[in-house]
């Protein structure tokens, strides 16, 4: 089955059923020829996992296009997070989520699947589930590598510099994971200030229409643990969010309100 018991109850909730198994016929358990091209061409590509303790984290990764190399089996990544990245090394097996976004061109892909190598100059993943995307709410950007700095600094609630960012941004990478279904990375865009700063320590934004597979509400029906990224291509500052997540419903809308546990930053 395509879909597990968190996205089949907001189907239900939503009167979207059959549109979502509709949906569900286009995710394979291989790349295509299409997306295995599209992977060559990227310069970054985002990964999300949950950490030992079980909180979800969102992290990129940048190299030179070609850094990412796929196979309709696999997909393997010539470039790691660095050592302090809050998705450490990971074991064969271990769930890991991907996207494939193309900003300028407004393509996106999800791959989930299962580490089968990490470290120490290359991730490979097994290929579970891949399934492209409409390109609603994707914004352009001239991505440049963020050059890491060889600390971090975290904290339990956000700085006045790291609302800001927030308040700025147009886009999130944004991590759930399902107890066995595994880790799935999404991408939410809209204009600044889409995702409110409540406080320094709450954020809240709207879940608008996509796809109708509602595979990042689906995950937190059954894990409320998030993680979000906010990646600032002109200023090169990177802002990592973990936290938990509530689905807050007026009628048929919702919000996703999330308390921050930890925050996570470079370049600020």
């Known amino acids: 089955m395509i879909y597990h018991e ?11 059923g059959e549109a979502a198994s509709a949906l569900g016929g286009r995710v394979r358990d291989s790349l295509p020829a299409g997306p295995q091209l599209l992977l060559t061409t990227l310069p970054m590509i985002i990964i999300g996992a949950s950490d030992a303790d079980g909180r979800c984290w969102t992290s990129p990764l940048f190299g030179r296009p070609g850094f990412i ?14 050592p302090d990245d809050p998705i450490g090394p990971r074991r064969r097996g271990d769930a890991l989520g991907m996207l494939a976004i193309d900003l300028n061109r407004a393509l996106r892909y999800r791959i989930n699947g299962r580490v089968l190598r990490w470290g120490p100059r ?16 994707i914004q352009p950007a001239d991505i440049q590598a963020l050059a890491y700095s060889e600390s971090i600094r975290s904290a339990g609630r956000l700085s006045s510099a790291q609302m800001a960012h ?24 809209g204009p600044p200030g889409f995702v409110e700063v409540m406080s320094p320590d709450r954020l809240r934004f709207r ?56 925050t996570v930053c470079r370049g600020f």
């Not at 968190?6 to 979207?16: C, D, F, K, Q, S």
């Not at 190399?69 to 660095?82: K, M």
């Not at 290929?127 to 492209?132: C, L, P, S």
């Not at 906010?230 to 007026?250: E, K, N, P, V, Y």
Request: net charge negative; hydrophobic share 35%.
């Open 6 to 16: 968190g996205e089949r109850a907001i189907h239900r909730r939503l009167g979207v």
């Open 69 to 82: 190399r796929a196979s309709p089996g696999s997909v393997r990544s010539l470039e790691l997070p660095p």
């Open 122 to 137: 290359l991730i490979e993943v097994k290929v579970r589930e891949a399934y492209g995307n409409c390109p609603s709410y």
């Open 166 to 189: 927030i308040g700025r941004s147009n886009r999130m990478f944004v991590t759930t994971c399902h107890p066995t279904a595994g880790a799935d990375v999404s991408h939410k865009g």
């Open 207 to 262: 879940d608008l229409p996509g796809n109708n597979m509602f595979n990042t509400l689906g995950n937190l029906l059954t894990n409320p643990s998030i993680g979000l990224l906010f990646q600032d291509f002109d200023r090169h500052t990177s802002l990592q969010i973990t936290g938990i997540a509530q689905i807050i419903w007026d009628g048929d809308d919702r919000d996703v309100e999330i308390a921050i546990s930890e």
